[in-house]
């Protein structure tokens, strides 16, 4: 490993799960760090201070560590007076790229945006991934304190740096998703949880599966989480800010009634939408499968509107209209006919559904609009899809 010949004051401003852990890993490396944070919270393996200026004010490097850019920018703000001409700042927290870029910009040479893959063990274990973007001359000088914390990789600047990272904990999102998802099918299907997690754990999932047990089978009373919810969405908002593209992960973290500071696992675990919420849905499909438009009268709002192309002209039916189309007796060929429901969203009082019907040679897909009033769902409007 890369060592300095003397030492060197190291101040790390955040000490939260990452920060205090790279604090750590820091010191007992043999760098002599000093350590803030805004919570107060202190970690017994470095030194502390309650003033952020009184950390940086000998530090030849300063480490961000921080939850957000604002948060960097009021740090770096509140500092500015007392950073040496010499000190440079590795930021490795998780930020927009356009922020990225804007500090790059402030502080010139003297910065490297450097945010890392991997949680608190990999940190303790000086084995993160670092996405290192800076001045050649600031990222020499910077190197033997990175690679003590784990494996550089140069990135062309700022801005990508942070689109990288962004990009990587969209991967980790869609993997607690897909483990969300798994959950509640073995769930509906009456397997027990152990034994699915067993068979998960060998498959794609296998690592988050393992390394997240505790929490997946509610026995993390003793395991500190490492990565939380309301960190990890809000990652994914600044994600798709920044893309302008729709990101499914982003809602489903956000909506999740899980609490912000739970692990991400916990997110996983999340039981599937109430009954009371399909309840509509499946007296619309009563209502195909019986013919009987009394099914449709339960599902839908009285003013709601059923919508698409009907023999290539655009229609808007009024629920009467729509009803009207219903002769109270099964189709001829309702035994071969099948109804699924593809996905619901559940967003507050509001929610999405789609639903693909395979009505013999036809296959329709249908897209709700839900709204909960008072103590029930119903649906507000369709659209649908007829594929030829």
């Known amino acids: 490993m890369a060592r300095m010949t003397t030492p060197h004051t190291i101040a790390v401003l955040g000490l939260g799960r990452m920060g205090g852990a790279i604090a750590t890993r820091l010191a007992t490396q043999g760098w002599d760090v000093v350590g803030w944070t805004r919570s107060g919270r202190t970690s017994g393996a470095v030194k502390t201070t309650g003033d952020p200026n009184d950390a940086v004010a000998k530090a030849e490097f300063v480490f961000l560590a921080l939850f957000d850019g604002p948060a ?16 440079m700042v590795l930021n490795t927290s998780t930020i927009a790229p356009a922020e990225a870029s804007k500090l790059s910009r402030q502080l010139g040479p003297a910065y490297v945006h450097a945010p890392v893959l991997g949680s608190v063990p990999a940190a303790a274990a000086g084995a993160l991934q670092i996405l290192a973007a800076g001045d050649q001359d600031a990222l020499d000088r910077a190197r033997p304190v990175l690679e003590a914390l784990g494996t550089v990789r140069h990135v062309d600047d700022a801005s990508t740096a942070a689109a990288l990272k962004l990009i990587a904990n969209n991967s980790l999102a869609g993997a607690v998703l897909a483990l969300r998802d798994s959950l509640r099918q073995a769930n509906a299907l009456g397997l027990p949880r152990t034994q699915a997690l067993d068979v998960l754990e060998l498959g794609q999932l296998g690592g988050l599966v393992a390394r997240k047990r505790p929490f997946l089978v509610n026995q993390s009373d003793a395991v500190t989480a490492e990565f939380t919810i309301g960190a990890l969405a809000k990652d994914m908002a600044l994600l798709a800010a920044a893309s302008h593209t729709p990101l499914r992960s982003a809602a ?98 509001v929610a999405t559904a789609t639903m693909t019907l395979s009505h013999g040679s036809d296959t329709f897909t249908d897209i709700f609009l839900l709204v909960r009033t008072d103590d029930s769902w119903r649906i507000a409007n369709k659209a649908y899809h007829r594929h030829f």
Request: glycine content about 8%; charged content about 25%.
């Open 72 to 87: 960097c920018r009021q740090v770096l703000d509140d500092v500015r007076g007392s950073l040496r001409t010499d000190t």
């Open 252 to 349: 489903g973290l956000a909506d999740s009634p899980a609490a912000p500071e739970a692990d991400i696992a916990v997110a996983a675990t999340v039981p599937a939408v109430e009954d009371a919420v399909l309840e509509p849905l499946r007296a619309y499909i009563r209502g195909h499968a019986t013919g009987d438009p009394t099914h449709f009268r339960d599902a839908f709002l009285p003013t709601a509107h059923i919508e698409g192309l009907r023999d290539g002209a655009f229609v808007s039916w009024r629920l009467d209209e729509y009803c009207a189309l219903f002769p109270g007796r099964p189709a001829p060929d309702e035994p071969t006919r099948s109804r699924r429901i593809a996905a619901i969203d559940v967003h507050g009082t």
